[in-house]
């Protein structure tokens, strides 16, 4: 999961702008609804992200 940390950092970018918006417009488009899905299905093992994230804080120079 250490590498899909890099890629997850601009999706989620993308899932706080979506929450910007939404406390701005309090609308969801249906795309959104479904990137925020979407994002939680991958994302949902905390305790895997939390250790990537260790993992990958450790491993920096």
Known sequence: MAGEIQIM???YGELNRIYSDFIVSHTFSFDRQKFITDF???YNDTKAFEAAI???VLTMD
């Open 40 to 42: 939680y299905k991958q």
């Open 54 to 56: 260790l993992e990958l």
């Open 9 to 11: 950092i601009p999706q």
